[in-house]
C-alpha cells in the first residue's frame, strides 16, 4: 500500500448518505490530501451537475473542488462527443444535468442515440415507452450507468439499471456504458490525475460496479460496509475485493496515514 500515490472515491453510500457527510469521512478525506495522494471523486450520481455536487460536498467540510468530480453525465458527454459526433440525442432522466452534457444535441423524437441516466419521477410508463420507440426505429442506446440501487436515509431506492434491463430486452440491443462500471470512466479518472492503475485505490460501497470494476481495471479495489453494502451481495458476488473496511473512515489508516 505504501506505493499508492491516488485514491478514487465514491460519493454515495461512502462519503455521504442522502448529501449527509458519514462518521468520520470528513477527517479521512482530509488525512488523504494531507499525505499527498492525489484524489477523484468517481461517481455515477446523476441528479446534480459537478459544480453542484462539489458545492453540496464543501459545505458539508469536504475539502472539494469542481475539478475533484468526475461523474457518470460528464463522461457521456465525452463519449458522445468522440463516437457519435453531431448526433441527435434525446435523454431519459431524473435530474438537471444540462451543464455538465456539453453541447450534444437534444431532441424529443427521431433521436440517433437514447441515453439513460439515473432513475426518478420521470421513468413513468409514457417516458420509458417513447425511448422504446426510438430504440425500435434504430436508435442507439447509451447509458450512464447500469446501477440497480442506491442508498438514501429512507432506504434503498431502485434506480435506472432495472429498466435498462427491460429496455434492452424488448428492443434486443446492448447498451453502451459509459460510467462505473465502464473501464475507460476509471480511465479517465486516472489520467486527470496523472497515475497509474497499480499506484491508484478505489474506495466505494458497490462491490461489482465499484470494486471489483476498477480492479479488473488494474487499480486496488476497497469495499466499505456502508452506502448500498449488503452482505449477501458481498458473499455472491463475481470476485474477491483486495480489501474489506467498516467505513471510508477506515481508509488513513489502511495506507498506514496518521490522522
Request: net charge negative; proline share 3%.
Amino acid at each position: 500500500m505504501g506505493s499508492v500515490r491516488a485514491v478514487l472515491i465514491d460519493i454515495d453510500g461512502v462519503l455521504t448518505v442522502s448529501w449527509k457527510p458519514l462518521p468520520g469521512a470528513v477527517a479521512a478525506l482530509r488525512a488523504l490530501r494531507a499525505a499527498g495522494l492525489g484524489v477523484a471523486l468517481v461517481t455515477n450520481t446523476t441528479s446534480r451537475t459537478r459544480a453542484s455536487i462539489a458545492g453540496t460536498l464543501s459545505e458539508a467540510g469536504f475539502e472539494v473542488g469542481v475539478e475533484d468530480v468526475l461523474t457518470a453525465p460528464a463522461a457521456t458527454a465525452a463519449h458522445l462527443a468522440e463516437h457519435f459526433p453531431g448526433a441527435r440525442c434525446t435523454v431519459l432522466n431524473s435530474g438537471d444535468i444540462g451543464a455538465d452534457l456539453g453541447d450534444i444535441t437534444l431532441v424529443e423524437e427521431r433521436a440517433d442515440v437514447v441515453v439513460v441516466g439515473g432513475a426518478g419521477p420521470g421513468f413513468d410508463y409514457r417516458a420509458l415507452n417513447r425511448v422504446f420507440g426510438e430504440l425500435q426505429r434504430g436508435a442507439r442506446l447509451v447509458a450512464m450507468h447500469r446501477n440497480l440501487y442506491w442508498r438514501t436515509d429512507a432506504g434503498l431506492q431502485l434506480d435506472s439499471g432495472a429498466f435498462l434491463l427491460g429496455l434492452e430486452r424488448a428492443a434486443r440491443v446492448t447498451a453502451e456504458v459509459t460510467g462505473k462500471p465502464s473501464r475507460a470512466f476509471f480511465e479517465a479518472a486516472l489520467a486527470r490525475l496523472g497515475v497509474d492503475a497499480e499506484r491508484a485505490l478505489m474506495v466505494g460501497d458497490d462491490i461489482e460496479s465499484d470494486v471489483l470494476a476498477a480492479q479488473r481495471a488494474g487499480l486496488t479495489g476497497v469495499l466499505v460496509r456502508t452506502g448500498k453494502y449488503r452482505r449477501e451481495t458481498h458473499e455472491n458476488a463475481s470476485g474477491a475485493p483486495d480489501h474489506v473496511v467498516d467505513s471510508f473512515a477506515d481508509v488513513p489508516e489502511l495506507l498506514g496515514l496518521a490522522q
